[in-house]
């Protein structure tokens, strides 16, 4: 049993959880009612690394996770660490190196001891890509290398993992059987199913999960179920195989809390706007409240170079219908590995899509920030606005540059600013606004 869910269930409260509950405005007692029913995490290892509490899942705060990583093509720790400045700068909540490429340990260590945010890995990549170097093919990968490298990645501070649990060779066959047009695009999902099929064997992340449970508790590192199968297009989404495997991360979601690892499940993907509260609902009924991040989900297919905007989309309406954690997409997606810029961009289109979905939940304090950001337009207050804006930076450079060096309002409307003419008309002063 992780450390949190120990000192809970004989009714301390960890710094973490007290931390978590004075940043979203809930009661210790309530928060920690939610973490022993598995209805909310904090990813936090025992590494004794400093990390920031995060609290993520049922009434609290929609949050966003930044993917960084070089691969292959591209290994340069300065340009990683430069991303993950980007993502902290921009307020993303955690952070998850995807390298797959490079001395992936030693760039996880740097990553590590820059960022205080939670932190996330998927293991198969190192394990695959390990596999590669050492005899060519990622199929030659072993069972107890697949549970070293989540050991090692444990031990060196990771706070939470993806890890394809669920794709079993039942959920292989539905997918065999569907005719997808795309068939697979998760990455680690392609090497379990390739690793699968090559030996015909049974995935080891579920065959011998209750081993990687024992790993995982061992180091207090959250577990996050993904989905190998999620669809990659319009077209495969909602069929019998990603739902296949969802039955599966349900049922490994409940075995991860009874033994005492905190867990959540990850989602699609790419889905049609229509079919996002269906998915939501059914993943978070399945799991028993488990705490559900979704990849976007993008709801087309038509826009590279601008899906940060399809996932901002389809993430603002998984969040509204429930879902607890956002992936950020970068305007990169479908085309070629980020940049930081590329970083910034993804991030502060998720949190525009989180922060709408905390507003349609209810979340505490998340409309007060919209209230106060209209009291600052009514009284042209431009430096309170800039200070508000989900992106400070963007906002000034746009208004110094554009600003009207003639007339309080903006060059939009210049005189004709109707804020101020209705307020000089009616004799409304900013601080007499109801409500404010």
Request: overall charge negative; charged content about 20%; proline content about 4%.
């Given at each position: 049993m992780t450390t949190i869910l120990r000192m809970l269930e004989v009714g301390e409260a960890p710094q973490a959880v007290t931390n978590v509950a004075q940043a979203e405005s809930v009661g210790v007692s309530e928060l920690a009612d939610r973490i022993m029913a598995g209805r909310v995490v904090i990813p936090a290892s025992s590494s004794g690394r400093q990390v920031r509490a995060t609290g993520i899942g049922e009434g609290l705060r929609t949050k966003v996770n930044a993917n960084i990583g070089a691969s292959s093509e591209f290994f340069s720790p300065a340009a990683e660490l430069e991303k993950l400045e980007a993502a902290v700068s921009a307020g993303a909540d955690t952070v998850m190196d995807l390298s797959s490429g490079g001395d992936i340990g030693q760039l996880r260590q740097q990553l590590l001891e820059a960022s205080s945010l939670p932190f996330g890995t998927v293991p198969i990549y190192e394990a695959a890509t390990l596999a590669r170097e050492n005899s060519g093919s990622v199929v030659s990968m072993t069972r107890d290398e697949l549970l070293r490298v989540v050991q090692n990645q444990a031990?060196?501070?990771?706070?939470?993992?993806?890890?394809?649990?669920?794709?079993?060779?039942?959920?292989?066959?539905?997918?065999?059987?569907?005719?997808?047009?795309?068939?697979?695009?998760?990455?680690?999902?392609?090497?379990?199913?390739?690793?699968?099929?090559?030996?015909?064997?049974?995935?080891?992340?579920?065959?011998?999960?209750?081993?990687?449970?024992?790993?995982?508790?061992?180091?207090?590192?959250?577990?996050?179920?993904?989905d190998?199968?999620?669809?990659?297009?319009?077209?495969?989404?909602?069929?019998?195989?990603?739902?296949?495997?969802?039955?599966?991360?349900?049922?490994?979601?409940?075995?991860?809390?009874?033994?005492?690892?905190?867990?959540?499940?990850?989602?699609?993907?790419?889905?049609?706007?229509?079919?996002?509260?269906?998915?939501?609902?059914?993943?978070?009924?399945?799991?028993?409240?488990?705490?559900?991040?979704?990849?976007?989900?993008?709801?087309?297919?038509?826009?590279?170079?601008?899906?940060?905007?399809?996932?901002?989309?389809?993430?603002?309406?998984?969040?509204?219908?429930?879902?607890?954690?956002?992936?950020?997409v970068t305007p990169s997606e479908h085309l070629g590995l980020p940049v930081a810029e590329d970083v910034r961009l993804g991030v502060v289109a998720s949190r525009i899509a989180a922060h709408a979905a905390d507003i349609a939940k209810g979340v505490a304090g998340a409309q007060e920030w919209d209230l106060q950001m209209a009291v600052a337009r009514k009284s042209l207050d431009w430096q309170k606005q800039i200070d508000l804006a989900i992106d400070p930076v963007v906002a000034g450079a746009i208004y110094r540059e554009r600003r009207s060096a003639s007339v309080p309002g903006c060059s939009m409307c210049g005189e004709l600013c109707a804020m101020k003419i209705v307020s000089d008309h009616l004799g409304i002063k900013a601080g007499e606004i109801s409500g404010c």
């Open positions: 031990a060196a501070g990771v706070d939470f993992m993806t890890i394809h649990s669920g794709l079993t060779l039942s959920a292989l066959q539905y997918l065999q059987a569907e005719g997808r047009v795309m068939d697979v695009v998760s990455r680690g999902g392609a090497f379990m199913i390739a690793w699968m099929l090559h030996h015909d064997r049974e995935n080891p992340f579920y065959e011998d999960f209750d081993l990687l449970l024992e790993i995982l508790a061992r180091y207090d590192v959250t577990i996050s179920l993904g190998g199968l999620r669809p990659g297009c319009l077209a495969d989404s909602s069929d019998r195989a990603q739902f296949a495997e969802l039955v599966t991360l349900g049922k490994l979601a409940r075995q991860a809390r009874e033994t005492g690892v905190q867990a959540m499940i990850e989602g699609p993907g790419h889905v049609p706007l229509g079919e996002i509260e269906a998915n939501v609902s059914m993943a978070k009924k399945l799991a028993e409240g488990a705490p559900f991040y979704v990849l976007g989900p993008l709801v087309t297919d038509i826009a590279p170079g601008y899906d940060h905007i399809t996932a901002a989309i389809g993430g603002a309406i998984a969040g509204a219908a429930g879902a607890d954690y956002l992936c950020y």
